[in-house]
């Protein structure tokens, strides 16, 4: 069984975030404990599992994300990941659909290489900032919103790009919030830089404690920016260490993310199920 590391939302290696990719044998997915255990040896922010569904009239591969401590319901990165395993290997051709706990998604490739994702915008709702929030973070909230039940994340806005690229987050406190993760975002602090917004993705909860460029949360980002902005397009630039840029379209209910990706590692995976 082949198993894949794949630097997604950028197009050099080492950049980006990494993410497992394994495209299973069997029409199936194996015990749920074998495929956690293989997302805790592979130890990135997320493996991705996919097999065919010949017999599934919406969806040509079934698809799940699993972190090193638990499955998620959404991870943009990772099907980034598995979307360019498939066409460059052959795999898959064209657009590709996937049933996921998600929903149906959709990944098509383009003629220069960047693969558009088809994802739901998550619905925000305005909440009261937590009153713990700005000692977690080390800095002064100026808004939060909840993501939806299939996010999970609690948006927050900062004062501008140094203050998010600025952030020590005290993330024992951040686990202890009642969402999956934290987002923080602030809008670009120069003209003409490229990307129109900053964000990092703090989920400690979820046993990743930063992540470097997190596509479920552009489902959010894009619908929060294009309010501000009056522009349904943006792109965004995930200020981690590795760092990445995710072109945004906000088409109605859903969100269309771009990006690149670079295969890094192509091995077997021995221990089979």
């Known amino acids: 069984m082949r198993i894949r590391i794949v630097d997604a939302f950028t197009d050099r290696p080492f950049a980006g975030n990494p993410a497992g990719v394994v495209l299973l044998e069997e029409d199936r997915f194996p015990d749920d404990a074998w495929l956690q255990r293989v997302a805790a040896e592979v130890n990135l922010s997320e493996t991705a599992f996919a097999h065919r569904v010949p017999q599934d009239p919406e969806a040509d591969w079934a698809l799940r994300w699993l972190t090193p401590s638990t499955e998620v319901d959404l991870c943009g990165h990772a099907t980034l990941a598995t979307a360019h395993v498939l066409h460059t290997t ?21 003629p220069d290489g960047t693969i558009a994702l088809d994802f739901p915008a998550a619905p925000l709702t305005a909440v009261d900032v937590p009153g713990d929030l700005a000692d977690a973070l080390g800095a002064e909230p100026l808004s939060a919103h909840d993501t939806g039940p299939v996010v ?18 005290d993330l024992a406190a951040v686990a202890r919030l009642s969402h999956r993760g934290v987002i923080v975002t602030a809008r670009a602090g120069e003209p003409g830089c490229g990307y129109d917004f900053v964000s990092r993705f703090f989920g400690p909860a979820v046993g990743v404690p930063e992540d470097p460029v997190t596509g479920s949360a552009h489902t959010a980002l894009a619908p929060f920016w294009a309010a501000r902005t009056g522009r349904p397009e943006a792109v965004g630039l995930q200020a981690s260490a590795r760092t990445g840029l995710v072109s945004t379209a906000l088409r109605g209910d859903r969100v269309h993310l771009r990006g690149t990706a670079v295969t890094v590692v192509d091995g077997e995976l021995l221990a089979r199920p």
């Open 152 to 169: 999970g994340d609690l948006l927050v806005e900062l004062a501008d790009e140094r203050t998010v690229r600025g952030l020590d987050p």
């Open 90 to 110: 052959g795999a898959a051709t064209g657009t590709v659909r996937f049933t996921t706990r998600g929903g149906i998604l959709t990944a098509t490739a383009e």
